[in-house]
């Protein structure tokens, strides 16, 4: 399911650490967070723009403490939409690499989000996950889906629900160390070459 919050915390699988500009961590968040919002599951595929879209999200804004610019462990991957909404936002917020957010928001088939919890529904309300086109695109994407499953279009479900064709071999990055160097024999690029990678996720 596309729009399936995770019922685990996301557990890293990445630590680089050293580079002198968060950007730089893009790549290994990408990979680290799937390719796609951390917060509203849109995925790069569905920017005309792909991962130029996405940016690097400082779950406590550096506004509040600059000491995490630069931490891996606080650096998330968000759209556009969910980055700019939640701004400097810090406090009420659930960190997803603590609190499954598959506990406090589900999906319906209308689009909508529903909120589980209290926390849930801050989710909703500061990132305006329910906002008139948030909600049609997730009820589009979920019909487009079904539609392609039933014609077992293989090809059309991996151009809508697939990995990006640019999978960061996180081999040839080099920070200055890498608290998790094992997660880079198992990034996606690497399951690619092994012929591990599933067509769609």
């Keep these: 399911m596309i ?11 990445h630590g ?4 002198r500009d968060y950007q730089s961590y893009k790549d290994w968040l990408r990979d680290e967070f799937t390719f796609r919002c951390v917060y509203c599951l849109f995925r790069e595929l569905w920017y005309p723009d792909r991962h130029r879209a996405f ?21 998330l991957y968000s759209c556009p939409w969910c980055n ?5 936002e810090i406090g009420p917020l659930l960190d997803p690499c603590v609190e499954p957010y598959g506990e406090h928001l589900e999906v319906g088939e209308d689009g909508c989000l529903k909120a589980n919890s209290a926390d849930g529904e801050i989710l909703i309300d500061v990132l305006l996950l329910n906002e008139a086109d ?7 994407m979920l019909s487009q889906l079904e539609l392609l499953e039933k014609l077992g ?19 040839r990055k080099r920070p ?25 996720y």
Aim: charged share 40%.
């Design 16 to 19: 680089p650490d050293g580079y």
């Design 153 to 171: 279009d293989k090809e059309k479900l991996k151009e809508y629900f697939g990995f990006p064709l640019n999978l960061p071999d996180l081999r």
């Design 84 to 88: 700019s909404n939640k701004s400097a």
């Design 176 to 200: 200055r160390e890498n608290r998790r160097s094992e997660g880079v024999a198992r990034c996606y690029y690497v399951l690619r070459e092994r012929g591990e990678l599933p067509e769609t």
């Design 3 to 13: 729009f399936v919050y995770p019922t685990k915390a996301h557990k890293r699988r």
């Design 55 to 75: 940016g690097v999200d400082h779950f406590v804004p550096k506004s509040v403490d600059e000491t995490l610019a630069l931490n891996y462990d606080n650096l």
């Design 134 to 140: 948030k909600k049609a695109f997730r009820k589009r």
